[in-house]
Structures are given as C-alpha cells and as structure tokens.
C-alpha cells in the first residue's frame, strides 16, 4: 500500500483540506507514524505533522512558533523528496512547497492566517479522500473547537508526562 493511501493519511488529508482541523490532523498522522517499524524523526511524514502543528499554531496567532515549525517543515519536505521517491506521488509537491514558502513569507510579517489545500494529483487518492470524507463527521471550519482544541481537551497526561520529563532532565 502506498503510504498516502492509509486510513489515518487521507483522514489527514480530510482534515487539512476541508475543515483546517490542524490539531486532528496531527493527531491521525501522529498516530499513523507511530505504528510504523520505521518511525524515526527523519521519516517523511513528521513534515506533514510539522505543517499541520504549524499551522494550528499561525491561525491562532502564535507566529513565532509557526514560523519555526513550519521552517521545520520545509526543510523536511525538501531533504525528503530527495531521498524517498514513494512520497512525491500521488500530491503536487511543486505547489505544497510554494504555498508553504509563501505561508512562511506571511508568517515573518505577521500576517493573518491563510489556509491552502494540499493539492493531490491521484485519482485513487482523491476518490480515497471523497469516500472517507463523506464518513466522517466534521466540525464546522471556523468554529472554536477547532481553533482551540488543545485548550478543549483533557490534558491530564499530556501534562504529567511534560513534568517528568523536565524532571529526569535536571537530575
């Protein structure tokens, strides 16, 4: 299986494109690349989470930290798409790579947000996306649940886990 053709990739896709439901976006793809055997912070798909978080991070104003997560991002896309051909089909890496420059462009004036779309170029993965979609129940797009997620849930063992790693650092 093509590796944008996972279940948790194109509910990403759903995610990023139809509702800018950033914070699930990281979530699915988070969750996706984990499972694999090969989840190491150099593999492809940590820059599509880094765009996601980053631009989570920009609509809600916090352009310092878009800005170095999505620079992050770039720099992954780039080394990349030089190194593994599987991830430069089936998505218009050309224009993924043009709207992230100028979203960074954006970012270091301090513009307000501006969403895109990740631009597919399969047909299998489209008509994937289109039959998940309709599946899913999503949250309106501009609406504070989606904005502010992090804020909304349960961050009990976020948290927790946040302390004790702060902990084993200063012993």
Known sequence: MHPYHHPLFVKFIVYFNQNQDYFECHEVLEEYWKSLPESRKEHPLTAFILLATGMYHWRRENFIGALRTLRKAEIKFSTF???????????????????????????????TFTSFEICMTSSELVELVTNVESSMNLLPIHSNDIIHKHM????????????????????
């Open 81 to 111: 798409l030089h190194m593994n051909p599987i991830f430069t089909k089936d998505i218009d890496f050309v224009q993924l790579q043009s709207n992230l420059r100028l979203s960074l462009s954006y970012l270091e004036h301090q513009k």
């Open 152 to 171: 909304l849930r349960d961050r009990t063992d976020i948290l927790k886990e946040r302390e004790e790693k702060k902990k084993g650092r200063h012993q």
